[in-house]
């Protein structure tokens, strides 16, 4: 089984106002979207479109949480979340003015208490067997430490399971620290993780001499990967993007599905772009088009870039 | 039994930010706070904190009426809302900047079919009887027609209920045409039905003329009303002014309490003052303090201002 787990899940709220945003009156929403927020979640998403049995796990706060779970439903999601009891799973909402240009407004997400922590390890202990794939994405809440996000993933080894970790920062060295099975950083976050000078291929082969499978996303330049002391990129042809979020959390869901199918790192990889690349085409935040995956594959390029 | 109906409530979500608004970053939010919106509900609210039983009626959408119902719950307000099917309850978004100034993001409502105005309507002829208190609140939304409001208010009057009409614009109009039994403009909105430059002593007469009760809420400096052809306003005693949100509906919900207990007019429009100065005094759009009620009655100025 495949269990995903998003430990501060969030409800996407995107509001098109009919004017531009102004202080001191009222601004007049034109059209409203909810989409799902957490990058788990969208993984969550993708497996399913792509038929990939799984169950969404984390917290969810219970004051909303009926919302939360309607927006579940639209990607067909079963989850199992801890309901954390008088708080709300947080919102983030963007506001898009009518002449361009947007604003948005994050929350911190629920306080999580130790017995709900706890609740967790247990549905854990008792549910996830070996062989089972365990993708954990996105920060937790600020509740919830290092220490505890530690001891998740030290809960899931003593099951012999696979364990992906799309998180960044301090999160990102302890999966790596833990031993986690698969890291994708993007950039932006490979240069945190490693603040020198170095050209990022350097960067690059640092990380993947730490973590079994290392993936690091490039935006619309695909991603790299390290195979036998070479690095490729694989490169997505150009598409008409209408939408980037979720693109990286939707790479991720494509290649875990390939896992999931015993798929080689390369293909694994390209299943991820495959994804990504088709999710980039849709407004949604995990919306794709098994229609479009054939145009994807075949014009795709895999280049050795060092 | 006095009934509120609100025909397009609002969940009111306040959200202080850690900085202040800026385009194209990530705004995040400090402290977070929901109340209940919508002006009938508020009278709701008043009604049950002055121990008045009360019915809250209207339109809910579906999607999120949990979140509503639980808002609902803060003031312990009974209620029977049609519940509207894939739609949601509107959310009205207040976003405070950490160095003041703030932007509020409204949207319009649901849709409501035919089928759920036409179940409204059955409630109110099953539910209403002879003495009944009715009290409608607020703009409805964009497809609930000026027909629609006229039909409801005519099936209301079919019984001898006493109707209380707080709307604005072409709703107030037809109120008016229509014959309901009390209506609450402020200044602008009594400008606004006699655009022309007489005084607004004037306006007022005219309007007193046309509807059995009639009050002109002024804010800060009170209310007026008319008596054997005299005006009167009621003035508060200066007070702390925390939050002027909800303010007008808490005067209604003070005035239709005087109703039900058969108080005067002057009476009805004192309490109203009464109610609403405590409002002020607190953040919640509908919070307000029994304790506060002596110092404010002892300390309201009654004027014969024309």
Redesign the interface.
Known sequence: MIYTITLNPAID?I?Y?EGN?????????EK?F?DLGGKATHVSAILQQLNQENIALGFAGD?????FY?VLELYEIKHEYIEVRNE?VR?S?V?INNSG????????GPIISKLDKKKLSHILEDKVKGGDIIVIAGSPPPTYSLQDFRELIKILKRNSVYIACDVAGEYLKAALEEKVDFVKPNEHELNVLYPGEEEIYEKFMKLSGRVKNAVCSLGSEGAMYMMKDAIYQVKPPKVDILSDTGAGDSFVGGYIYGVSQNYSTRDCVKQGIIVSASKVQHYGSCKIDLNQFNYIENNIEILEVR
């Open positions: 709220k509001k106002l945003l102004k202080q001191e009156q009222n601004n007049r929403v409203n909810i004051m909303n949480k009926e919302e309607r709300s919102e909402i506001v240009g947007s604003y948005m407004i994050t929350e911190k």
